[in-house]
């Protein structure tokens, strides 16, 4: 089972982004979704989680302006991202809690880089 996550790149302040990342393999079962963001010298912080049934949260940062969405049935989770600011720069990674091989663990994907020119 891996995640493969897209739709990173550069992008003026005030603008738009989607990015994507898809669960794909054999046998598995997908609970809930994640995007995460490392920004140059700093920690990974959780931008937006979703769970199954659709339930959502987000950090202070990405409230009003960030929106997590999945499409189960592609076991897909997407992060629609809007009025982007310079701070927003980072590498996004998508996570998700999955069933495979007997057991349930927490996988990540290889991160996309975005860029927010002010």
């Known amino acids: 089972v891996q995640l493969q996550a897209s739709g990173g790149g550069l992008v003026q302040a005030g603008g738009s982004l989607r990015l994507s990342c898809a669960a794909s393999g054999s046998y598995f079962i997908v609970d809930g979704m994640g995007w995460y963001r490392q920004a140059p010298g700093k920690q990974r912080e959780l931008v937006a989680s979703?769970?199954?049934?659709?339930?959502?949260d987000y950090a202070d940062s990405a409230k009003g302006r960030f929106t997590i969405s999945r499409d189960n049935a592609k076991n897909t989770v997407y992060l629609q991202m809007s009025s982007l600011k310079s701070e927003d720069t980072a590498v996004y990674y998508c996570?998700?809690?999955?069933?495979?091989?007997?057991?349930?663990?927490?996988?990540w994907g290889q991160g996309t880089l975005v860029t927010v020119s002010s």
């Open positions: 996570s998700a809690r999955i069933f495979h091989a007997s057991e349930w663990r927490d996988y």
């Open positions: 979703i769970t199954r049934g659709g339930s959502t």
